[in-house]
């Protein structure tokens, strides 16, 4: 046979309206399907003009652009039930919020709300007043406010304080760690305007390290909690209480980045206590800044805590009109700070998954694998290893229940690519050839839907419950 003429199969690709009529509703906008046609036809001129032959019958090029679609749907933001053991899973979204949080985001986002207008004067208001007073109280500081995150927080505090005529921010090595993908606390320093002042090594800070690093050149003391790794053997470094009182003695502030921001106590889970906002500013430090959707499990955020006069300053800062929240994110966390406040936090998700109790999620786990007794693989549930995650508490393992699935006509690996490709996507782990799914981390009634993927993946009989 010889070669196909490239200007034949160009004339033969098939066109727009065609494609379109082929592919029929695919659950997406109209625009991105055309889209997704527009890009397949390119790839496919391309194709041509490189010298290949590739298919181009409508019927080909069609399945082509729905696989394309097929990865567009998934990509696009829903509900995952998450059974990995990981609690504030960050690839996941972090913290799942509490019903009231909900509630409050979803009545600011369809009404109109008193953001800016105090209703009992009929004048304009500061911005979740409510909010920065519960914060407050719950960190018991003199006041707080809140940013767009925890990143913002440590942005914000480091245009507050780094001036050109003393810019020198100084940091422990001890402390220079990177969060999640490719954030790097110093790098944030830097770019924010700070010159970054390096003190003692790896494993060892010393006080009089920073004794000497400190002068006029200096803006503040940072400390950064290690909220996601632990250094154990020859390791020391000064407490915040020292380092406060080092501050204070030549004028400056210390500020603490605590990440987590756990507000009860995290010692009894496994003796690894993780400071609480409280427990830093007691100590001496001028500001505390932490996540909203970490350990307070509540939305995105950055809070910071401490001396009335800084925050207050922070506040009359430009730019922290450029990282301030939107009306959803306080209301959501205004809800969760209050449930906190209440002395309600069993009733967020990520606390209630935190203080599980083993037994009841032994139990959960002998449910569900009951549940699925008929399918074609070997089902047991047994006991496992769930972890708090998004970067806190790394040491802490806490004991937790799985089931595990051992498929009969395929590999865990394969079970567990079907399971992410179910609606809803479900996440669990591979681990010796056996997929588990961890019980800690399903949100009350996910069992079922759980069930019915599994069933699905399994490609069993779904009718039999
Ligand atoms: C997680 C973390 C941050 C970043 O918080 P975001 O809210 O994700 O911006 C900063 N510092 C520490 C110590 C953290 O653990």
Sequence with gaps: MCPADPNELMRSIPGVDRLLTALGDQGLPRGLVLAGVREELNELRQAIRAGQ????????????VCER????????????????????????????????????????????????????????????????????????????????NCAAALALVVWQFVKPEHNQVILSRGEMMQIGGGFRIHELLETAGATLREVGTTNKTSLADYEQALGPATAMLLKVHRSNFYMEGFV???????????????????????????????????????????????????????SGDKLLGG??????????????????????????????SLAALEQTASLHLAGQSGQIPIVAMIHAQPDALNDRAQHLAAQLADLPAKVTARPSIARIGGGALPKTELPSACIQIKPHNRSADQLASALAAQTPACIGYVEDEHLCLDVRTLLPGQEDVLARALKQALGANAAKS
């Excluded at 032959?53 to 082509?64: I, L, Q, S, Y």
């Design 53 to 64: 032959a590739p298919a181009v019958g409508v019927e080909d090029v069609a399945m082509r």
């Design 236 to 290: 020391e470094s000064p407490d915040t209480r020292a380092l406060a009182e080092l501050a204070q003695r030549q004028g400056k502030v210390l500020i603490e980045d605590l990440g987590g921001g756990a507000m009860f106590p995290t010692a009894p889970l496994d003796g690894e206590h993780e400071p609480t906002p409280a427990n830093v500013l007691k100590q001496g430090a001028d500001l505390v800044l932490f």
């Design 69 to 148: 679609l097929a990865r567009a749907r998934s990509r696009r933001i829903q509900p995952v039930i998450n059974a990995t053991g990981v609690i504030v899973h960050t690839n996941l979204g972090r913290s799942p919020m509490a019903d009231q949080a909900i509630e409050a985001a979803q009545q600011a986002a369809g009404n109109y709300v008193n953001l800016e207008l105090d209703l009992a004067t009929g004048k304009r208001g500061g911005r979740a007043a409510v909010l920065e007073q519960s914060l407050a109280v719950l960190c018991e500081a003199e006041a707080a406010t809140v940013v767009n």
């Design 299 to 328: 939305p995105q955020a950055g809070i910071i805590a401490g001396k009335a006069d800084l925050i207050r300053a922070l506040k009359a800062n430009p730019l922290f009109r450029a990282l301030r929240c939107d009306k959803m």
